[in-house]
Structure formats: C-alpha cells, structure tokens
Nanobody, 124 residues
Framework: QVQLVESGGGLVQAGGSLRLSCAAS????????MAWFRQVPGKEREFVAA????????RYGDSVKGRFTISRDNAKNMAYLQMNSLKPEDTAVYFC?????????????????WGQGTQVTVSS
C-alpha cells in the first residue's frame, strides 16, 4: 500500500510562511489525486487543498484560499503545501492524503491513504 509521510511542520509567527512536504512510497499508482487536511482536537478534520494527478486542477478550502498553494512533483513522488500569511487559526495537525482517482475530493472518506500528520503552530 501507499505510505505517506509529512514533514515541514513547526512553529511560525503570524504572517509567516511554511512549506509542508508529503513523501509517498510503496505502491505506486497513476491518476491519484492528492490532498491536505487539517484537524484541531475536538473538531472535524477539515479539507485544506487538493490537486489532480496531473497537477492541472486544484481546489482549496474557503479558509485558505489565496494564502495556501498545493503542488506536486510526481517524478519525486512528492506533494507540497505552501502556506503563506499564516494565521493563528491555521494551527492544526496537517495530514497528507491520496486517493486512486483523478478527480479531486474534499471529503475525508474519499481518500484511502493517509500520512501520520505534522503539527503546525502559528503564534501571535
């Protein structure tokens, strides 16, 4: 099965930037959409961003539009989340996810593979 490992989380001041990385290994498959979700204790896991296999289409949650950018490098089996203009409310554990489908999905149940999560904390 596909294994996903996130990295790049940490402590950032409000207004700063951070780039998260997701390394994929194991079973490889084409037409796999990738996504980022985040979760705060006591709350539902929230959709952040998604990208098609080709990288030609992206989708963002309303709370991060204009600030976050999802990208991928299939040759390196990597996905990224560039986070700019970070706000304290962006503080959460960020998860990388993948699904064996070309279409973007914004619901957690549509993704089959998940990383362990990486903590992002934004101070103010």
């Amino acid at each position: 099965q596909v294994q996903l490992v996130e990295s790049g989380g940490g402590l950032v001041q409000a207004g700063g930037s951070l780039r998260l990385s997701c390394a994929a290994s194991g079973r490889a498959f084409s037409s796999a959409a990738m996504a980022w979700f985040r979760q705060v204790p006591g709350k539902e896991r929230e959709f952040v961003a998604a990208i098609t296999w080709s990288g030609g289409s992206t989708r963002y949650g309303d709370s991060v539009k204009g600030r976050f950018t999802i990208s991928r490098d299939n040759a390196k089996n990597m996905a990224y989340l560039q986070m700019n203009s970070l706000k304290p409310e962006d503080t959460a554990v960020y998860f990388c996810a993948a699904r064996s489908a070309s279409l973007i999905a914004s619901t957690q149940s549509r993704y089959d593979y998940w990383g362990q999560g990486t903590q992002v904390t934004v101070s103010s």
